[in-house]
């Protein structure tokens, strides 16, 4: 038994001086580097590379990669023009290898397989993605009996939450094919947001769940019995995911202090999502009086499948019964515009009302980012 403890302590002690180690690195290469005029520039000290390039979508439409210039030294760098205040990803490309991070920026998000390094460059936009000095809400991952199966779900409470005995109205917001539980909330700094709009008064308190779309696993990728199976363009249109969702709010309004109405209810998601938030609504038209739509995957669910039947006498019953907003929104550039355009035209033809933001680019986070942080402001007012 001393003999084990000793080597649990040894263990433990090289554990320790590896992280010190770490600890005290000194991180001589700045990258990314923002400057005041909105020019960020790229470095990497590789002074064994032949070419280097700098790839993400800060870059103008069309240009896939910048070629970075490399100094006597071996530093390679690349400076941009002024950029927008907005959330931007990017990668590394080295001698023709691709998606490589910067070693020198600790911040990355993960989108489905994709682990991207960001910057935020504040000013307008910016600043709603970043952690403001503002009262900040709680984000908890919750584990809740669904269609049988044990399923994992983030949820957003805002500021006072839990000193409070308030009731709140719920947000339940889905990600799109390939994305999960996390997607919203790191990709879509979903908690950011919602934290800088309800301090400012611009949107009302509300909590948000973000749940598991995929039907085939359970939680994220690591976060599951399932093991570490590698992310890939997973989704659930089949039916599935629409069958379980009455489970989803039961356990919402068990477990949380919410607003259990129709007018205090919300669903929206983004292209899978989306297709999901008009399926579901249209399935439980007493459930919610607000659906938002973004960049929406209006007709790909399974052929077949009786929950997707019936669209247009389903649409009926659920306008007839009122909606206080359905909100639809799609960047110019997006693969779903004339699918979103056929639907519109499916709607205007019965007179159901609606609200459509066009925007431009396509079928990216920077949009979708924008959508609910829009969306989220016409709620519960």
């Not at 520039?41 to 210039?69: H, I, N, Q």
């Not at 400076?79 to 910067?102: A, H, K, W």
């Not at 307008?124 to 199966?149: C, F, I, N, P, S």
């Not at 477990?255 to 129709?262: D, G, Q, V």
């Amino acid at each position: 038994m001393k003999r084990l403890l000793l080597i649990v302590a040894a263990i433990v002690a090289m554990g320790s001086a590896t992280a010190q180690q770490n600890l005290w690195k000194s991180q001589s290469v700045v990258s990314p580097e923002i400057g005041d005029d909105g020019r960020v520039t790229f470095r990497l000290y590789a002074p064994e590379a032949k070419s280097v390039e700098v790839a993400g979508d800060f870059l103008a439409p069309g240009v896939e990669s910048a070629v970075m210039t490399r100094s006597e030294d071996g530093l390679w760098s690349y400076t941009t023009e002024p950029l927008e205040s907005e959330m931007y990803y990017y990668s590394l490309r080295i001698d023709g290898m691709r998606d490589i991070n910067d070693p020198s920026n600790p911040y990355l998000v993960r989108d489905v397989a994709t682990q991207m390094n960001y910057f935020i460059i504040g000013g307008t936009r910016g600043d709603l993605y970043m952690a403001q000095d503002v009262k900040h809400g709680t984000v908890a991952r919750q584990w809740a009996e669904m269609g049988g199966r044990q399923r994992r779900m983030v949820v957003y409470t805002p500021a006072g939450y839990e000193d409070s005995r308030r009731s709140y109205p719920v947000l339940y917001l889905l990600h799109g094919m390939g994305g999960d539980e996390e997607a919203w909330l790191a990709t879509g700094r979903l908690a950011e947001i919602m934290d800088n709009l309800i301090a400012t008064g611009k949107a009302e308190e509300m909590i948000v769940v973000m749940t598991n779309g995929c039907t085939r696993h359970v939680a994220a990728p690591g976060y599951s019995h399932e093991g570490m199976w590698h992310p890939y363009m997973s989704g659930s249109m089949d039916g599935s995911f629409e069958a379980l969702f009455p489970d989803i709010v039961e356990w919402v309004d068990d477990h949380y202090r919410t607003i259990a109405r129709k007018d205090k209810r919300a669903i929206a998601g983004l292209s899978m999502g989306g297709f999901h938030s008009m399926q579901i609504s249209k399935e439980q038209p007493d459930m919610f009086g607000y659906v938002g739509l973004f960049s929406a995957a209006i007709f790909r669910g399974d052929e077949g499948v009786e929950i997707y039947a019936d669209l247009e006498a389903k649409l009926e019953r659920q306008f007839s019964e009122g909606v206080k907003l359905y909100w639809i929104a799609i960047g110019r550039d997006d693969f779903l515009y004339d699918e979103n355009v056929k639907f519109r035209a499916l709607l205007d033809a019965e007179g159901y009302p609606y609200t459509y933001r066009e925007s431009e680019g396509g079928h990216v986070w920077r949009n979708w980012r924008v959508y609910v942080a829009e969306f989220t402001q016409m709620l519960f007012k």
